[in-house]
């Protein structure tokens, strides 16, 4: 088994490169045995101590692969079941349905109750071909393989799970383990996929990189690509040289957001940071970071000579939308030209979806419904076309955040983040996140340079912090020295679990 690789794909972009493999001389049975043997091979490293194993399967060729893993767990003298819901509509897989039997595979229809007995559960039901929610009765097995007292191996991918978007309108498969093939398919990453995908395991069968020809559908995050976007510095390096951010929010009431971007700004290496906020808000936030350079800034006048002096430009931690902060972004849209707009930037933004060229907008599920004019459901049921069709209307980059945070520039470059964990749920993240990336433009990154490596340094922080007491009860102050340890040295991240776990 192979690490994981960067490459994500769409289902149809898996099946070209089969298709290519096939014509290359490599017949589909051979595909199909070669999947069968490494998910056994992880079952019996994942369980070596089951001896009762039910497989569901389907009738695909993810069912094909099932029948693979029955006959070789019988041959080894394992107790298998298989159970089976539709007939096998390849000449492949019946054949392995075949191999299964005559192996010793008890073979029955699906039945209520049918898998109570089982210390191994393996998913070999749906595969990557489902195109909308399963019906029945597929949703009372899929309700069974997740009530049985027994671990689950799902094959490809969970079932119920959409493989190109991560969404899931019904039934799902919580998996322990996946096992995928070929290519990593994005919808493993992204929505429910990390809740149902359990630990995912890849193994490419051997088709190698000649036939790989398809162009992957995005990317995800790493260390590695991060440290080849962050700047280095030499000894002569001074804080003139590390930029300076302007941050525009704390409206009254809302010090502390404007506060943690400025603080995370600073820790991710912004030379200077000045935070324009509300007059009523210039205290609290001097006196949590002497450090920050706070200005009083009443109304749109305080801050129009402000905006010509900085490297970089976030406008929302803590914005609010009375007309205050209304006014203050419609300045800064008219005179100047932002780089990153979050929080109630986007909300008054969403009002009339004008372009921002070059700027950065990072929505959460709810604000990309109101700035597409859609509903938080569909946002949720295509998170990779919600993101592109942001990007494309704003003309921006686009950080749709969420489980499996994606990074769209207008250029349609599509990267994943897979990092971060559950306790990243709570008050002061996303303007920890704002200050981050606005530092790295502040810095000299692109805007997708920044969105992408930002994105990444803030999650994996958040994994960094996690152990130390769990990810529930995680607050954005607890990031702050991890970001100051990724910007240095993404690799540490490297040293611990995604997801904190």
Known sequence: MSSLPAQLYTAEQVRHIEQRVFSAGTAAGTLMHRAGLRAYRILREK????????????????????YVIAALAAKAGLEVQLIQHGEPRSADARAALTEAREAGAKLSPYYAGALGQSDVVVDALLGIGLSNQPRAPFTEIIAEINAVDAPCLSVDIPSGLLADSGAAAGSLIKANVTATFVGLKIGLFTGRGPDCAGEVLFDDLGVGESVRVEPHFATRLGSQWVRAVLPL???SFHKGQAGHLLL???????AGAAWLAGAAALRCGAGRVTIACHPTSVAAIAAGSPELMVRSVSGPADLTGLLDQMDAIVVGPGLGRDSWGTALLALILDKADPSLLDADALNLLSLDRQP????????HPAEAARLLGQSTDNVSSDRPGAVRAISKALDTVCVLKGSGTLVCSDEDALLLCDRGNPGMASAGMGDLLSGVIGSLRAQGLSPLQAAGAGTWIHSAAADLAAPAGGPVGLIAGDLMPYLRLLRN???KADEVSRHGL
């Open 233 to 235: 510095r030499e000894a």
């Open 248 to 254: 525009v929010g704390g409206g009254p009431g809302m």
């Open 356 to 363: 921002v060229r070059g700027s950065i907008v990072t929505p």
């Open 47 to 66: 369980w070596p101590n089951a001896r009762r194993v039910s497989i569901v399967c389907g009738p695909g060729n993810n069912g094909g692969d099932g």
């Open 489 to 491: 040295c993404p690799g």
